[in-house]
């Protein structure tokens, strides 16, 4: 397994941005960001594999850039116009060989960082 750690998370207001930042301790194949609601399941944000191959295709599509620097081991996810509906612990995820929106099937989590958008 590979010890993820994120950072960046906080109080912002609506229509705000934010950048997440999660780090590997050692390669790893994907690196991919979830969130989870009070309340609510799981959900794919983004992910990226080594070569710098990105999927989006969540509810945040069109609001997320994620970007991996791979000497770094470090995975960068921009979060533009953010909403209340966006507030959640967000997570980071990696797995040695998976990259898709199933957060069964990675093997590596991050404790997650909390992001709080106020009205």
């Known amino acids: 397994q590979v010890t993820l750690e994120e950072s960046g998370g906080g109080l912002v207001q609506d229509g705000a941005s934010l950048n997440l930042t999660c780090t590997a301790s050692?390669?790893?194949?994907?690196m991919a960001w979830f969130r989870q609601a009070q309340g609510k399941e799981r959900e794919f944000v983004a992910a990226?594999?080594?070569?710098?191959?990105?999927f989006d295709r969540g509810p945040m599509m069109g609001r997320v850039t994620l970007s991996r620097d791979n000497a770094k081991r470090t995975t960068y996810l921009r979060m533009v116009d953010l909403g209340p509906d966006d507030t959640a612990v967000y997570y980071c995820?990696?797995?040695?060989?998976?990259?898709?929106?199933?957060?069964?099937?990675?093997?590596?989590w991050g404790q997650g960082t909390r992001v709080t958008v106020s009205r």
């Open positions: 990226i594999n080594g070569r710098g191959g990105v």
């Open positions: 995820a990696a797995d040695r060989y998976y990259i898709g929106h199933d957060p069964s099937l990675y093997d590596s």
């Open positions: 050692k390669e790893t194949f994907s």
